[in-house]
């Protein structure tokens, strides 16, 4: 097993193709054997340099059998979606809705761009803090036949209830110019108790401080968050344990706008997008919060790399140590796992964890990544969706500081594997008591690739935390046709019990999905902190008196792009009562305890208006 350990690592460092700094994976097994610095010296010399530029001497740009447009017909299906039926998961109600947003990448100047390929994310949340969840959607960019980009000012969506959203995007205060955007973050910046926007942009990203009346404020420039570049994924979390909310933002690519930028496709000599591994990487960033919607970049001083392609970001505590840790997915690089240390420095753990890739340690091009709890077992797992002919990634974590790879293991092999994986959520999606998990795909070039543009998603029912199954046959008439699908968030609209999802395409719609899964028996959670902890990620809630337990926890960032609503909803559909005693940890690891408390109804628990929970535990020992 040692001799074989080595040899798989050795071949998936040597012949992994386009990677300029490829760590490695040890599963856990080999990892035990403690050879981690051994291998890293024996293999030094294979390591492979930059990819070289996809065409060694390009033709000029301007001659005709280069730059033939990509015509529509080469990109859109004409696949109908099937009729609803009997026992769906989801009706896409978007036309009901009032909402009419489309996503604009700028495509159409043909300039085949990379920009134009990542499409934009949504957000759902409670801006105006009336009970119900609103909607905002990046807006994306133009390209000009002078390859000037510009930025769209994204929508915002107020829920005016009985599934009606009305466009207060002109009086909110963010139909403002604003550079190509991307993504979106959602979190308190000047602890008021109302949410706050972050759009990620390729340009200058920007900060709207909400006014408490229905609009919003910029402050980018007094904020201290100056980020001028390519930013994608964004998540808030509290960071430093201060109470207050600090941002992390992954850093893509060091790219520009250049005429002479010319990629060819491989088998027709055509013009096509660029790959990732031709441009230099972008840092990441850490930024420190004051509370009073000022921040402070502490990158270096974290601990930060300043290698990794990012485009998804993902926060939790995944050690149980207390502290917040971060998983960022990195496109053709190996990812990062952030481990948060006691010293207030972040640890990258992500090759003794078996984290930065494939189960044979080579990276991937990697794009979404969500967190869950898959089995119960009180430690949150990980997803992670990746480029065509790679195998999405279920890490299971183990406990210990390490996670299995348990793609196949889990039944999640094969289906997805042909396609681009974007946007992913690990969801109780059919409230039965565990995480299910929803992918949507869609191809980022126009000629290379083997598989259409747009592309199914799918659904998989979470078996018991045994295994998945694919259900996306009776998911519904969604999902029944391909899409080039992006960002994906999840959020209860109508405050049933039962979440929707809502789905962002590249060049599209924003797609809104009612869940048709009736709950039998639920609770909602709405978590508020205090003066001295504002920010609420990590905070875990638990029904007590259950085996086995049933606990959610407040994650920061995941899917791609994109930010769900972060109120903890709970199946009790084994459990048949109509009230419950539920116990919080919040992020200072106070515990209170709240009963009882009715069931199928939202509940908004304060901290500090619990009953305390003071334990006697052994030194070193988590009480939870």
């Not at 933002?249 to 060819?264: A, F, H, I, N, S």
């Not at 699908?485 to 395409?505: C, F, H, K, M, S």
């Not at 719609?509 to 609420?536: H, K, M, R």
């Amino acid at each position: 097993m040692f001799l074989y350990g080595i040899f798989s690592h050795v071949l998936a460092l040597c012949l992994s193709p386009g990677m300029m700094r490829v760590s490695f994976f040890y599963s856990r097994k080999v990892s035990r054997y403690g050879v981690l610095f051994g291998i890293c010296l024996l293999l030094a010399s294979c390591r492979e340099q930059p990819a070289p530029p996809q065409v060694d001497h390009p033709p000029d740009p301007s001659a005709p059998n280069v730059n033939i447009p990509v015509e529509e017909s080469e990109l859109l299906s004409d696949a109908v979606p099937r009729p609803e039926q009997p026992g769906d998961w989801f009706r896409d109600i978007t036309p009901e809705t009032g909402i009419s947003f489309r996503h604009h990448s700028g495509r159409e100047a043909q300039h085949f761009t990379m920009i134009e390929t990542f499409g934009s994310g949504v957000a759902v949340f409670d801006y105006d803090q009336d009970g119900d969840l609103d909607i905002y959607c990046a807006g994306g960019g133009t390209i000009s036949a002078e390859l000037t980009i510009l930025g769209i000012p994204g929508r915002l969506y107020q829920n005016q209830g009985d599934w009606k959203f009305l466009d207060v995007t002109p009086e909110s205060g963010l139909e403002t110019n604003i550079d190509y955007s991307h993504g979106v973050a959602v979190g308190d910046v000047n602890s008021d108790y109302y949410p706050d926007l972050f759009i990620s942009c390729f340009g200058q990203s920007r900060l709207f401080l909400n006014q408490t009346n229905g609009t919003f404020r910029e402050i980018t420039n007094e904020s201290g968050l100056n980020l001028n570049g390519w930013q994608m994924s964004a998540a808030f979390a509290d960071f430093n344990r201060d109470g207050q909310a600090d941002l992390y933002v992954t850093g893509y690519l060091q790219w520009k706008p250049d005429r002479k930028e010319l990629c060819l496709d491989p088998n027709s000599g055509l013009r096509d997008v660029c790959m990732p591994s031709n441009f230099a990487d972008a840092p990441d960033h850490l930024f420190f919060g004051h509370g009073d919607g000022t921040f402070t970049d502490v990158s270096k001083q974290a601990g930060l790399r300043t290698d990794g392609k990012g485009l998804g970001v993902v926060v939790a505590d995944f050690d149980r140590n207390h502290i917040l840790d971060i998983y960022v997915a990195n496109d053709v690089v190996r990812n990062h796992l952030y481990l948060g240390q006691q010293d207030g420095t972040w640890r990258d753990a992500a090759v003794a964890s078996g984290v930065i890739g494939n189960e044979f340690g080579a990276p991937e091009g990697s794009m979404g990544v969500h967190a869950g709890d898959i089995d119960r077992d009180g430690w949150l797992d990980l997803v992670v969706t990746n480029y065509e002919f790679e195998e999405n990634d279920l890490y299971h974590n183990e406990g210990d500081g390490l996670f299995t790879h348990m793609t196949v293991p889990l039944g999640l092999a094969g289906p997805c594997k042909p396609f681009v994986g974007f946007g992913t959520l690990l969801s109780d999606l059919d409230m039965d008591g565990w995480d299910d998990l929803v992918v949507v795909n869609g191809h980022v070039t126009y000629r290379n690739r083997k598989y259409d543009y747009q592309q199914p998603a799918f659904v998989y029912r979470n078996l018991e935390g045994k295994r998945f199954q694919n259900v996306t046959s009776a998911a519904g008439s969604w999902f029944s046709v391909p899409h080039a699908g992006r960002g994906i968030a999840v959020g209860d609209l109508n405050n049933d019990g039962a979440p929707e999802l809502i789905v962002t395409e590249q060049d599209g719609p924003v797609s809104i999905l009612q869940n048709l899964n009736s709950p039998e028996n639920w609770i909602g959670i709405q978590l508020t902190g205090d003066a001295a902890c504002s920010d609420l990620t990590g905070t875990t809630a638990t029904i007590d008196g259950v085996t086995p337990e049933i606990s959610r926890t407040v994650i920061s960032g995941g899917s791609y792009l994109s930010h769900s609503d972060q109120r903890l909803l709970f199946s009790l559909k084994a459990l048949d009562a109509d009230q419950v005693d539920l116990t919080v940890t919040w992020p200072d690891q106070t515990r209170e305890r709240f009963s009882p408390l009715g069931t199928k109804q939202y509940h908004q628990l304060e901290k500090g208006t619990g009953e305390q929970i003071i334990e006697n535990s052994p030194a070193g020992k988590d009480p939870s």
